[in-house]
């Protein structure tokens, strides 16, 4: 496979416990399918409930300026911003692989971070429900989808504890 930046021949390496693809002279990121929710899951276990799909809305599926080719498919890839946040990053719409550019694991990590401190507070029960469901419809397999509900749970418990500790106490003195 070739690098969509700079043409380089892409070497395999162990990224976040996943073996991807990178470019040894620019540092991009090719990961295959699934393999970037597996690095963002592995580089933090509080993010694995907090998912993107990038292939969600196709309207939003720009061909990029730069017109980078697939290291797979060899077919060019289109620029989608990473869920809401400033972070665009390149796709494939047939093989479903994602380019990042260096530093861009990193900006989708921050922004995924500040996502669920807000997410978690301000729409607690909408993320409830929708994790409850996924336990039987998917994405994920049944295991990693109650492991994501009870994760979310959790971070509950350890904002409410962190932002408001007299309604914690409140609570942990309840009887069982």
Request: hydrophobic letters at 35%; one cysteine or more; proline letters at 5%.
């Amino acid at each position: 496979m070739r690098c969509p930046v700079c043409d380089n021949k892409l070497d395999k390496s162990v990224f976040n416990k996943t073996e991807v693809d990178v470019c040894p002279n620019c540092l991009g990121l090719w990961f295959e399918d699934d393999e970037l929710r597996w690095a963002k899951d592995n580089a933090d276990e509080g993010l694995t409930w907090l998912d993107v799909d990038l292939w969600e809305d196709e309207t939003k599926f720009k061909i990029s300026s730069e017109d980078k080719l697939c290291p797979s498919c060899r077919l060019p890839m289109y620029e989608v911003k990473y869920g809401d946040s400033d972070t665009r990053v390149d796709v494939c719409s047939v093989c479903k692989g994602v380019w990042l550019d260096r530093g861009e694991f990193k900006d989708i990590i921050d922004y995924l971070h500040e996502e669920a401190d807000e997410e978690v507070l301000n729409d607690y029960l909408r993320n409830v429900i929708r994790e409850g469901f996924e336990i039987f419809i998917g994405p994920e397999p049944v295991r990693d989808e109650i492991e994501d509900f009870v994760t979310i749970m959790k971070m509950l418990k350890y904002k409410i504890g962190a932002r408001w500790p007299h309604i914690s106490k409140v609570i942990s003195d309840l009887p069982e």
